[in-house]
């Protein structure tokens, strides 16, 4: 027989432990998928780097004027990492009509950066790319990058490798820069978090 207290008692524990059980499932995802995948070999990094950049959108904020519309596709701007859009485009949630939340937009030196939400810049394009990165920051985009050192110059979260496996770090201090609020369950999945000065 349930008592009263016993009803709202749940309801205080479950507002306790939902925040705290988030980053757990979504690890609890990757690895599930992973081990899926493994039957058939392993995932590429540059797939690894897709999946990732999918999720993103759950945990970023955007500033009202920079916000993907609510009901409207997401949009990722990728510039010097052509495995990574391909295997986006791969994705359900970008190929699928009906399951369409995110684009994929190929971009170039010099392209416009209207319309988009997540600029990905790749390694060997992050060098040449100080003033799209800059543009990107000015207009609140998530800039998200694979170069030692890109937190440095403006990117928000940086892909590595480490113990064989994709991580990223995180820049709250570009994040505020740009007008970026990163949820705290991204923080808890992060290898490493600069925080601001």
Known sequence: ???????LFAMRMAKLL???LVPVLFALAWLAAGAAQAQ?????????????LSKL?????WPAR??????????IGIIGADEVADNLMKLSSVRDPAKATLAVRRLR?????????????????????????????ARSILVVSETEGAL???????????????RF?????????????????????????????
């Open 18 to 20: 939902v925040p705290l």
């Open 57 to 61: 959108r759950h945990y970023v904020e």
């Open 169 to 197: 770090d995180i820049s709250l201090e570009s994040a505020a820069k740009s007008g970026l609020k990163i949820s705290s369950q991204l923080l808890a999945l992060a290898a490493n978090v600069v925080r601001e000065k």
């Open 1 to 7: 027989m349930n008592r009263p207290g016993d009803k």
């Open 109 to 137: 030196g010099g392209d416009s950066l209207d319309g988009i939400h997540i600029l990905y810049v790749g390694d060997a394009w992050f060098a040449r790319s100080s003033a799209m990165v800059g543009q990107a920051g």
């Open 66 to 75: 920079a916000a993907p519309p609510a009901g409207t596709l997401t949009v």
């Open 152 to 166: 440095a110059r403006g990117s928000v979260i940086n892909f590595h490798v480490a113990d064989e496996r994709i």
């Open 40 to 52: 058939f070999g392993a995932p590429t990094e540059e797939a690894v780097k897709a999946a990732y």
